[in-house]
């Protein structure tokens, strides 16, 4: 419940029909929480609280929202996301340090990717070694703007480019768009 990763929930509720809203079932207490939960409920969008692993099937696609594998700190407590369709499959893992990832690799049976949108804006204790290792993903996406912080971080992209990863940066190119048709993958 970060505002640089749920800001656009209540925007998005108030302009299209939003069937289901997915949230970690975390800090209870946070107004933020509060606010997006009964924006939902006025909307008439059906609310899960993610607890544990879940897959749902969407036409082609196979989402598998990751339950928070994180403690304490909100960066740690987000969902991630595993999203394949046909050929084609992309993880977002939100704002979890290498910690966490660490998690997500053991638990998590993470396939191979095409698309990893990189953590924390590129930040240089997300996008582990392991991870990418992992996953393997031919492109990485990082959604980044001006910050204070210093995203994305050399050392990460240092890890991305020798990966062996195309690397898309929404700072550089603006919006990113990622067609997904037939053929090999």
């Known amino acids: ?14 302009r299209v029909k939003v069937d289901v809203l997915a949230v970690p079932d975390v800090e209870r207490d946070d107004p ?22 879940e897959t749902v099937e969407l036409g082609p696609a196979r989402l598998t929202l990751y339950a928070p594998l994180g403690a304490g ?3 740690e407590e987000g969902l ?4 394949e369709t046909g050929r084609f499959s992309a993880l977002l893992t939100g704002d979890m340090g290498a910690d966490v990832e660490a998690r997500l690799v053991k638990y998590g049976a993470l396939p191979e990717v095409d698309l990893l949108l990189a ?13 990418l290792d992992t996953v393997e993903p031919s492109l990485a996406a990082i959604s980044v ?6 995203h994305p971080a050399p050392e990460t992209l240092r890890r991305l480019e020798e990966s062996g990863c195309s ?9 990113i768009t990622v067609t997904v048709g037939p053929g090999p993958r």
Not at 119 to 131: I, K, P
Not at 145 to 150: C, I, K, L, P, T
Not at 167 to 175: E, K, S
């Open 145 to 150: 703007g001006y910050n204070s912080y210093g």
């Open 119 to 131: 953590g924390h804006h590129g930040s240089q204790n997300a996008t582990s070694q392991l991870l």
């Open 73 to 75: 700190e909100a960066n």
């Open 32 to 53: 933020l929480r509060r606010e997006l939960l009964s924006a939902a409920e006025e909307s008439g969008t059906q609310i899960w609280l993610i607890r544990d692993d």
């Open 167 to 175: 690397i898309y940066r929404t700072d550089l190119q603006g919006n």
């Open 1 to 14: 419940f970060h505002a640089d990763h749920a800001n656009g929930v209540l925007e998005l509720l108030a």
């Open 80 to 83: 991630s996301l595993l999203c």
